[in-house]
């Protein structure tokens, strides 16, 4: 074997030492790579997606009534309705509250949540929160972000189930696992980076 190929084959052994280890700190440490917290900000708009375990308007109903946001906009088909009732019981106005009832994907999501954004009544909103679950607010924001740059968008996701003790009551681990995947082929697919 001749010395180049020795050192090929050592650069290349080291490269997967290391993707191995970098997929075993992913999947022990989840929140490390899906979970992106904003932190404390204020913005035009709260825009609560679909799916969860319906933590998700509670999370916005939260954040509403500390004065982060003064609307809040529901997107995602399969559960509009009961999202926006859960805000409602939560204490949310009804007249703040703006519906997005077409998006079946998180791409979409972003998409049409977009249209909203850039119209009138809206004021043309600069600075949005997404609230969504926190293994999915590094797709859900990265998604946002990669379809309308001219806006400011922020995550503060719910932290239903974040303590891996849960996750086999609340079928969280699938979720997860699952949203490596998605993060993957979101990035392949759509070219939407989620770093």
């Given at each position: 074997?001749?010395?180049?190929?020795?050192?090929?084959?050592?650069?290349?052994?080291?490269?997967?030492?290391?993707?191995?280890?970098?997929?075993?700190?992913?999947?022990?440490?989840?929140?490390?790579?899906?979970?992106?917290?904003?932190?404390?900000?204020?913005?035009?708009?709260?825009?609560?997606?679909?799916?969860?375990?319906?933590?998700?308007?509670?999370?916005?109903?939260?954040?509403?009534?500390?004065?982060?946001?003064?609307?809040?906009?529901?997107?995602?088909?399969?559960?509009?309705?009961?999202?926006?009732?859960?805000?409602?019981?939560?204490?949310?106005?009804?007249?703040?509250?703006?519906?997005?009832?077409?998006?079946?994907?998180?791409?979409?999501?972003?998409?049409?949540?977009?249209?909203?954004?850039?119209?009138?009544?809206?004021?043309?909103?600069?600075?949005?929160?997404?609230?969504?679950?926190?293994?999915?607010?590094?797709?859900?924001?990265?998604?946002?972000?990669?379809?309308?740059?001219?806006?400011?968008f922020?995550?503060?996701?719910?932290?239903?189930?974040?303590?891996?003790?849960?996750?086999?009551?609340?079928?969280?681990g699938?979720?997860?696992r699952?949203?490596?995947a998605?993060?993957?082929?979101?990035?392949?697919?759509?070219?939407?980076?989620?770093?």
């Open positions: 074997m001749t010395r180049a190929r020795k050192r090929f084959l050592k650069i290349g052994l080291a490269f997967s030492a290391f993707f191995l280890l970098l997929a075993a700190i992913a999947i022990l440490f989840p929140q490390w790579f899906l979970c992106v917290d904003s932190g404390p900000v204020k913005a035009d708009v709260i825009v609560v997606l679909g799916g969860g375990s319906h933590e998700r308007p509670g999370r916005a109903a939260e954040l509403f009534k500390g004065q982060i946001a003064p609307r809040i906009i529901v997107s995602g088909w399969g559960d509009y309705k009961i999202n926006r009732q859960l805000l409602i019981e939560a204490g949310v106005p009804s007249g703040v509250i703006e519906m997005e009832n077409q998006s079946r994907t998180t791409k979409e999501n972003a998409q049409f949540t977009i249209q909203l954004l850039h119209k009138p009544n809206l004021l043309h909103a600069k600075r949005v929160i997404i609230v969504t679950s926190w293994y999915h607010s590094r797709r859900a924001l990265a998604c946002f972000r990669h379809y309308a740059p001219d806006i400011q922020y995550s503060r996701p719910s932290y239903f189930a974040s303590a891996h003790a849960d996750w086999a009551h609340n079928r969280i699938n979720r997860v699952l949203e490596y998605k993060l993957l082929g979101y990035w392949i697919r759509y070219g939407i980076c989620p770093f």
